[in-house]
């Protein structure tokens, strides 16, 4: 059967980059998400950013991030959403994306 969310929780809404984007090697992709329920704070909520397998960062705010040095070809995205232990549970809160970078 189908997950039940429970939309008062805190969760995480993906929204770029997804699938193919048309930039070049040298220009920055836009990280877009939302945050619903919980605010994000370097000693509270925070979304773990892994690309391609590697954790590059820890975003402690909510504001643009870029994605600079994506070379051409696909790309794993993942975002996560965390509590200072661990990641929040949910169905939308650990989220990957594959993308193309042309």
């Known amino acids: 059967g189908a997950k039940k969310m429970d939309f008062s929780l805190p969760f995480l809404t993906y929204n770029e980059p997804s699938n193919e984007i048309r ?3 040298s220009q920055p992709v836009l990280l877009d998400f939302l945050i619903a ?3 994000l704070s370097p000693d509270g909520y925070s979304v773990l950013l892994t690309i391609d397998g590697k954790t590059t960062g820890t ?3 909510w504001q643009p991030y ?3 040095g994506l070379a051409k070809g696909k790309h794993k995205i993942r975002l996560q959403l965390m509590n200072k232990k661990s990641q929040v549970p949910g169905l939308f809160n650990d989220v990957e994306r594959t ?3 042309r």
């Open 59 to 61: 975003i402690t705010s």
């Open 23 to 25: 930039w070049t090697e």
């Open 66 to 68: 870029y994605i600079y």
């Open 99 to 101: 993308i193309t970078v």
């Open 37 to 39: 329920n919980c605010e």
